[in-house]
């Protein structure tokens, strides 16, 4: 589609995010700069002072900045002040909102917002109080706004129509993919083991330590296995979040201390080989509004344990041993039937491989664009 101005994207994520919606974004849009080079794009970055097109960016993409951090844009957008992000970027056609909230614009321009989940409606208890009363605030605000709604997933539309009143024909599904280039089987280095002090057998879960990732259970279930006869360790792979008093809890009173490896946030480069050396990925998670690592570590060859809830089944399908996040025996039992039974094992592998191939960038970008092409017709 030929523009007289160019098509807005924030950024911002990409550039202050190094893993979940920070991931998504970079992916996102790498994808689309190798699948349309002549629509005109803008990536719209706050707080950066002298940036860099990425090398594989052709000549449709540009670039807008401010120094302006996007907590200080954040503050000022909340109370109301009339600031126009288009007094930032430019003139657009179009503004794409990357990271659920939707600045103020022209009513002229049409907007599309990403809302990547609601688990701050959904599982309160594992948000922080401002983090929750900001979110509370502003995405219903920007939800309404906006002509049109992104959902990471089925399950995050359904709890946009439940729990925002949203007309369904206003939002769109769009599955993120994985990289099946870097996330494939493959040799695992024991060097890479080794500086993770993963001197045994492990269960892999990867994701940021906070609340809504279910750690302190794993590492119950760790406990039971451990006296049932199981030498094995539990890694997690996700940087330093928030409220984990729990979890810091749950290791002195189970006595897993030293049997929990809490890697901290691990380098892009060092997840193929963590997955590949895994016995299990187990993402027992409260919420998730899509969960990258269940298919990455299904494309590594890895089987995978997962909830019965939220997005998780459908981004498994019949590839996964689903469990009750709240329930202990049912995540202990399916860690230990992975351990126990070789061929469940290799049909989980078979059919997680299987699965992890239909979700590529290339077709969440075709996509994008499809959805981009019917909000400005």
Not at 120 to 131: G, I, M, Y
Not at 190 to 199: A, C
Not at 201 to 214: A, D, E
Request: aromatic content about 10%.
């Amino acid at each position: 589609m030929k523009l007289s101005r160019p098509l807005a994207i924030d950024y911002t994520p990409a550039y202050h995010q190094r893993a979940g919606i920070g991931r998504l974004v970079r992916e996102l849009v790498s994808a689309l700069a190798r699948l349309d080079q002549e629509t005109p794009y803008r990536l719209f970055l706050a707080g950066v002072a002298s940036p860099v097109l990425p090398s594989e960016f052709g000549a449709n993409f540009s670039l807008s900045t401010t120094r302006v951090s996007p907590n200080w844009l954040a503050r000022i957008w909340r109370v109301r002040v009339p600031l126009q992000v288009t007094a930032l970027c430019g003139p657009v056609s179009l503004y794409h909102a990357t990271d659920f909230v939707l600045p103020p614009l022209p009513r002229h321009i049409p907007s599309l917002l990403t809302v990547h989940d609601l688990s701050f409606v959904c599982v309160p208890e594992a948000a922080p109080a401002r983090l929750r009363a900001y979110l509370n605030d502003v995405v219903p605000r920007s939800v309404r706004r906006a002509t049109h709604v992104i959902a990471d997933s089925s399950a995050t539309k359904s709890d946009l129509v439940h729990f925002y009143n949203v007309d369904p024909d206003k939002i769109s599904v769009l599955l993120s993919g994985i990289d099946l280039q870097r996330f494939c089987p493959g040799y695992v280095e024991p060097r890479l083991l080794e500086r993770y002090g993963l001197d045994r057998p492990y269960i892999l879960s990867v994701g940021t330590v906070q609340p809504r990732k279910n750690y302190s259970r794993l590492v119950w279930a760790l406990a039971r296995l451990r006296q049932r006869g199981y030498d094995v360790l539990l890694a997690i792979a996700g940087g330093k979040g928030w409220l984990n008093d729990d979890l810091y809890a749950t290791l002195c009173q189970s006595g897993m201390a030293d049997f929990v490896k809490i890697l901290g946030f691990v380098e892009e480069s060092h997840l193929p080989g963590l997955y590949r050396g895994a016995e299990v990925l187990a993402l027992p998670s409260l919420y998730e509004g899509f969960g990258f690592p269940v298919l990455e570590a299904m494309a590594c060859g890895t089987p995978v344990i997962t909830s019965n809830i939220s997005s998780l089944p459908e981004v498994a399908g019949d590839a996964a041993l689903l469990v009750d996040p709240l329930d202990l025996d049912e995540i202990t039992d399916a860690l230990q039937r992975i351990l126990d039974y070789a061929d469940l094992r290799q049909n989980l592998i078979a059919r997680g491989y299987l699965q992890a191939q239909k979700f590529t960038w290339s077709e969440s970008a075709r996509k994008l664009r499809g959805i981009y092409n019917e909000i400005l017709r």
